[in-house]
Nanobody, 115 residues
Framework: QVQLVESGGGLARPGGSLRHSCVASGSIFSIALMGWYCQAPGKQRDLVARISNAGNTNYSDSVKGRFTISRDNAKNTVYLQMNSLKPEDTAVYYC?????????WGQGTQVTVSS
């Protein structure tokens, strides 16, 4: 069983920055694909960014150049640095850990971008 505990998020002004962290329990973090997803009210959950165990990354078009995903396998932690925030980034952000056999989600953290 894997647990994902998220921290970070909160309230930011347009143009501001926030940083999410997600710590995974267990021993499979280093082989897992880690991702961040977001879900705005009334919308489906969408991919924001993900990073492979080898460090390869991909981003949704809406966040390219503004958000950065990274991971520290020694700390079982994945990060999402969010810069140049926009009101449309407002959503609940979820951490995801995926392998061929497993798929786990964090509890979600609210990000609100408003002036």
């Amino acid at each position: 069983q894997v647990q994902l505990v998220e921290s970070g998020g909160g309230l930011a002004r347009p143009g501001g920055s926030l940083r999410h962290s997600c710590v995974a329990s267990g021993s499979i973090f280093s082989i897992a694909l880690m991702g961040w997803y977001c879900q705005a009210p009334g919308k489906q959950r969408d991919l924001v960014a993900r990073i492979s165990n080898a460090g390869n990354t991909n981003y949704s078009d809406s966040v390219k150049g503004r958000f950065t995903i990274s991971r520290d396998n020694a700390k079982n932690t994945v990060y999402l640095q969010m810069n140049s925030l926009k009101p449309e980034d407002t959503a609940v952000y979820y951490c995801n850990l995926a392998t061929l056999a497993y798929d786990y989600w964090g509890q979600g953290t609210q990000v609100t971008v408003s002036s």
